[in-house]
Nanobody
Framework: QVQLVESGGGLVQAGGSLRLSCAAS????????MGWYRQPPGKERELVAR??????????NYADSVKGRFTISRDNAKNTVYLQMNSLKFEDTAVYYC?????????????WGQGTQVTVSS
């Protein structure tokens, strides 16, 4: 089982920036994907950004609402994925969750972090 721990959330004014980190630990052989999702108040969880890993090639996709403002990146050596959020808007307010799709000796697995609150004041 892979454990994910997020950090970096907080309160920021509109137009500001935050950087979220998600560190993965536990037993895994490889990752198929790592990504960030968010759940705004009263709404369903939605994809923010995701890195799909196919051998040495990584495929990145973003939600339309964050394109050009958010950047996802990964440090393979540290098993950590980041989300740099710039030009934050009030509507970016949500609980942000890290997700990992991985392979282990037990088979394919899927893990979620506990979530980190991002609040953007207008």
């Amino acid at each position: 089982q892979v454990q994910l721990v997020e950090s970096g959330g907080g309160l920021v004014q509109a137009g500001g920036s935050l950087r979220l980190s998600c560190a993965a630990s536990g037993i895994s052989l490889s990752f198929n994907a790592m990504g960030w999702y968010r759940q705004p108040p009263g709404k369903e969880r939605e994809l923010v950004a995701r890195i799909r890993i196919r051998g040495r090639t990584e495929y990145v996709n973003y939600a339309d609402s964050v394109k050009g403002r958010f950047t996802i990146s990964r440090d393979n050596a540290k098993n950590t994925v980041y989300l740099q959020m710039n030009s934050l808007k009030f509507e970016d307010t949500a609980v942000y969750y890290c997700n990992a799709d991985y392979n282990s000796r037990s088979g394919r697995g899927d893990s979620w972090g506990q979530g980190t609150q991002v609040t953007v004041s207008s």
